[in-house]
Each structure stands twice: as structure tokens, then as C-alpha cells.
């Protein structure tokens, strides 16, 4: 498994001979719209830095195969600008050409209580490879590989350090870090190095190989 990060929050990740593209956002624009393979799309949830709807028309148009996998919430935005879907829920599980993906999580993590959660779904890939998406969601099951969301108006640092060792993944590498301050890479690494978990800062670009 290779997984690339172009910004923020959006991967391309190649698994055996399939090319994910995982929530291409305005974050991301310039980069995902390079991206000339994709056979299946996921998105997390609805909001802008997760999911840019016309990269995404444009990724679809240029991959007539695709395969566009999400949650009930963007499904209906999905369905209305004409965009085939499947939609996964908390505990669904499906092998799409040959990738076995698992749907972990219900709703976004609170931003405020006077402001209603939206729906976001996180997908464990190859049961290795876990992305939560605005959330803290435990799978419950063992992660060897996380992507963990670092900096954002729904999270404090401490939050992100003490999820990683909740999960305790042989690997972290950051993301939702597109707006930061050096500590949203340094204290983690220090406090989840220090508790066996390898912390690698993956920056706008880098890759990552995964055995």
C-alpha cells in the first residue's frame, strides 16, 4: 500500500491494482484535479475541505470506472448534481475491485452544542489503513496504519495525542493540518514516539509505503 498525501486531507492511495482518491477538497484543488487514475472515490462528509463537488465531477468525467462511496448525507448532495453513489454506513462492510473497506463512525465531531454534527463516516481500508474523517471514532478492532487529523475548530491537540494512543496504530502520519502551527506536528511526535507508535510527518506531496 502506498499512500500519498496532496494536502489537508486528501490521499491517493494505491492498494494492490486500485487507485483511491480519499476526500478531495478546496484544500486540494490544483492537485487532485492531476490525478488521471482513480478507480474508487471516498468522502467522509460534506463539508468544503473534504469534498469540492465540481474536482469531483471532473474526476468522475475522467473515470468513467469510478467508483464514488460515502455517506447517506453527501449521497443526497451526490444525488441531486447527478452523480452515482454507494453510500456506507456505521458497521458496513464492502470489497470494491478487490479492496475490502470497512465503515466506522456516524457524525462529526461537535464544533459547538448550538450547532447539529453532520454526518461523517470513516473507512478502514484493507483492514490496515484507518481514516476517521472530523471524528474520534474507535473501530474497535486493531489499526496499523492512522491518519490523524491534527488541527481544526472541532479539536484541541490534546485530543488528536490522546486518540493516537487510544488506538495505539504501529504508524501515524498527520492530517486536517492544511492550517497549523509547528506544535500540531512536534508534541505529537514526541508523546506518541514516546509511547511506541511511530509518528511520521507527512507533508504536501510525500509518500508513504506501507508493507
Known amino acids: 500500500m502506498k499512500i500519498k498525501k496532496l494536502s489537508h486531507c486528501c490521499l491517493v492511495i494505491d492498494v494492490k491494482d486500485c ?30 475541505d473534504h469534498l469540492h463537488i465540481e474536482s469531483l465531477k471532473e474526476l468522475v468525467k475522467n473515470n468513467a470506472e469510478v467508483i464514488v462511496i460515502t455517506n447517506d448525507a453527501v449521497g443526497e448532495l451526490l444525488s441531486k448534481e447527478g452523480i452515482k453513489h454507494r453510500v456506507m454506513k456505521h458497521g458496513n462492510s464492502i ?39 472530523d471524528a474520534f471514532t474507535n473501530p474497535d478492532k486493531k489499526v496499523d496504519v492512522l491518519a490523524l487529523p491534527v488541527a481544526g475548530p472541532w479539536m484541541k491537540l490534546g485530543e488528536a495525542i490522546d486518540y493516537g494512543l487510544l488506538l495505539k ?31 511520521i510527518k507527512l507533508e504536501e ?5 506501507i508493507e
Open 19 to 48: 487507485r483511491i482518491v480519499l476526500d478531495p477538497g478546496e484544500f486540494s484543488i490544483e492537485e487532485h484535479r492531476k490525478v488521471r487514475k482513480a478507480d474508487i472515490i471516498l468522502i467522509t462528509h460534506e463539508h468544503y
Open 95 to 133: 470489497d470494491v475491485k478487490d479492496v475490502h473497506i470497512d465503515a466506522y463512525g456516524e457524525k462529526h465531531a461537535q464544533v459547538h452544542s448550538s450547532i447539529p454534527p453532520v454526518s461523517n463516516v470513516g473507512f478502514f481500508i484493507e483492514n490496515k489503513f484507518f481514516f476517521p474523517g
Open 169 to 199: 496504530p504501529r504508524i501515524a502520519f498527520p492530517v486536517h493540518d492544511a492550517v497549523r502551527i509547528p506544535s500540531q506536528h512536534k508534541i505529537p511526535e514526541k508523546v506518541l514516539e514516546e509511547n511506541g507508535i511511530q509518528f
Open 205 to 209: 506531496g510525500g509518500e508513504l509505503n
